[in-house]
C-alpha cells in the first residue's frame, strides 16, 4: 500500500517570493510521483511527473520537483510565484507494476498575496 | 488529440432523488477510466475504476455505482442520494505515458 502527506494544508506566500510545497510518500515499491494543480472550480492538470532518470523534474508554469529516495519525498519548488499560482496543489503517487492507480495527498492550498 | 468531457459542471438535488454523472473520452481507444470525489477540504477520494467495457471496481463501499456501457463512456450513479454525496466529482483516464488527465469535473450540492 502507498501514501501521501502532503504536510503543510495552507502556504501563504507574497508575491515574487520563493514557495516549496512539501510532499513525503511511502511505498514497498518504486513509484511514480506526480505532482497537479487544481484552480477554482476546476479538474485537475498536470504540473510534472517523475518516472525515472533525472531526480529534478521541471514542469509547466516555472515549478519543479526534486525526487528524493531515501528521504521519500517529492517537493515542488518555483524560485518567484505569480499571483495566478494561487490554486490548490496536490502531490500523487502510484506504484509500479500494479494497477497504476494514484493515491493523492490532501492538498496544500498556496495562497498568493500581492 | 485526447480530451475527456464531464457533464453537467454543477448539480444541485434534492435528497432521495436519482443521479447521473456522465464521462467520455475523446481520441483514445480502451482507456482506463476513473471517478474521484473530492469533498470540502478533503483529498480526492478514488471512487470507482474500470479497465474495460462492463469492467468495474469499486474502492469505497456506498451508495454509488458506476457502469461503462461503451469504451469511452464512464457513468456515475445513484439510486437515493444522501446529503454525505455532497462533493466535486472528478472523471479521469491514464495515458500511455503514466499520466493522468481529468475532466473539468462536477460540483454536486445535495439539499
Known amino acids: 500500500a502507498q501514501s501521501v502527506t502532503q504536510l503543510d494544508s495552507q502556504v501563504p506566500v507574497f508575491e515574487e517570493a520563493p514557495v516549496e510545497l512539501r510532499c513525503n510518500y511511502s511505498s514497498s515499491v518504486s513509484v511514480y510521483l506526480f505532482w497537479y494543480v487544481q484552480y477554482p472550480n476546476q479538474g485537475l492538470q498536470l504540473l510534472l511527473k517523475y518516472l525515472s532518470g533525472s531526480t529534478l523534474v521541471k514542469g509547466i508554469n516555472g515549478f519543479e520537483a526534486e525526487f528524493n529516495k531515501s528521504q521519500t519525498s517529492f517537493h515542488l519548488r518555483k524560485p518567484s510565484v505569480h499571483i495566478s499560482d494561487t490554486a490548490e496543489y496536490f502531490c500523487?503517487?502510484?506504484?509500479?507494476?500494479?494497477?497504476?492507480?494514484?493515491?493523492f495527498g490532501r492538498g496544500t492550498s498556496l495562497i498568493v498575496h500581492p | 488529440s485526447q480530451t475527456i468531457h464531464q457533464w453537467p459542471a454543477t448539480l444541485v438535488q434534492p435528497v432521495g432523488s436519482p443521479l447521473s454523472l456522465e464521462c467520455t473520452v475523446e481520441g483514445t481507444s480502451n482507456p482506463n477510466l476513473y471517478w474521484y470525489r473530492q469533498a470540502a477540504g478533503r483529498g480526492l477520494q478514488l471512487l470507482f475504476y474500470s479497465v474495460g467495457i462492463g469492467q468495474i471496481s469499486s474502492e469505497v463501499p456506498q451508495n454509488l455505482s458506476a457502469s461503462r456501457p461503451q469504451d469511452r463512456q464512464f457513468i456515475l450513479s445513484s439510486k437515493k442520494l444522501l446529503l454525505s454525496d455532497s462533493g466535486f466529482y472528478l472523471c479521469a483516464w491514464k495515458d500511455r505515458k503514466y499520466g493522468y488527465t481529468f475532466g473539468s469535473g462536477t460540483r454536486l450540492t445535495v439539499v
Open positions: 500523487a503517487v502510484s506504484d509500479w507494476g500494479g494497477s497504476y492507480i494514484p493515491t
